[in-house]
């Protein structure tokens, strides 16, 4: 037997929003003494907690200002505002995947932008 799982919606957040929402959810079943945390939902509380540097509200607006950008689409956006690259070469490896590079004075755009927020 074959089980298939389809993606209904997809939506980019960062890790501070994941954070804000995953408080909600650890909330809700804290209320239910019985339901236990799934250890999955446990690992993903722990690693938001850790990672989230910037409120909520922040986050999305260095997403916003990244998208101003020319070099920067929505996914890399998100990358960036999660990572919070303080030096070329952390910028440098959110775009190793693409086809194109960015010249020093582009990496030193998005850096400085990012540098508004870290």
């Not at 920067?72 to 990572?83: M, R």
Request: hydrophobic fraction near 40%.
């Amino acid at each position: 037997m074959t089980i298939f799982k389809e993606i209904v919606d997809e939506e980019f957040l960062t890790v501070s929003e994941t954070k804000e929402l995953l408080a909600d959810i650890e909330a809700e079943r804290a209320l239910d003494e019985e339901r236990e945390l799934p250890y999955e939902l446990a690992r993903a509380i722990e690693h938001a907690n850790r990672f989230a540097v910037l409120e909520p509200e922040e986050a999305q607006q260095l997403v916003d200002d990244l998208q101003d950008l020319e070099k920067v689409d929505e996914p890399t956006a998100y990358k960036i505002a999660n990572l919070l690259p303080r030096n070329r070469d952390e910028l440098r490896s959110v775009y190793a995947q693409q086809r194109y590079s960015l010249s020093g004075d582009e990496l030193d755009e998005i850096l400085n932008v990012v540098a508004q927020y870290a």
